[in-house]
């Protein structure tokens, strides 16, 4: 059993958000779907939560209702080798209502918010060689979605 579980609260979209996310990782799983019984608070038999797993990290969402949304301050970092993997989470996270944010952001269509990342930029950016690293910072501040060519282009010019 996972030690910690990443909780994350919908107003009434737990399980749509479920089968978007299931939708876009390859490797995930449904799991269980709890209903609210005659006890409430949500109306009995309404999906309460939903469990599933993305990339062999388990997640559970509930249907809580409209007192807490998301924001930037937690968001879910997806690590891609290539360009062509960031363009596929970028568009398909972005897909249907998401949006656009600055250094890798990004919004989904229920608000949970993606960082969309090679981890080549972590390395570069941790270069002792600050005039390196900070080519590469304020290259990649300029970009919505990360561009890994271009990022290994400020890395590497003199």
Known sequence: ????????????QAEQAMEFYLSV???SKRGKVVRYGAAGPGP?????TV???LEGIQFIALNGGPQFKFTEAISLVVNCETQAEI???WKRLTADGGSESMCGWLKDKFGLSWQIV???LVQMLEDKDPTRSQRVMAAMMRMHKLDIAKLKQA???A
Not at 44 to 48: D, F, P
């Open 44 to 48: 009995e038999g309404r999906v309460m």
């Open 51 to 53: 469990a599933f797993e």
């Open 1 to 12: 059993m996972q030690k910690i579980t990443p909780f994350l609260w919908f107003n009434d």
């Open 87 to 89: 363009d596929e989470y």
């Open 118 to 120: 090679p981890p080549v």
């Open 25 to 27: 990782f390859k490797n």
């Open 155 to 157: 890395y590497n010019d």
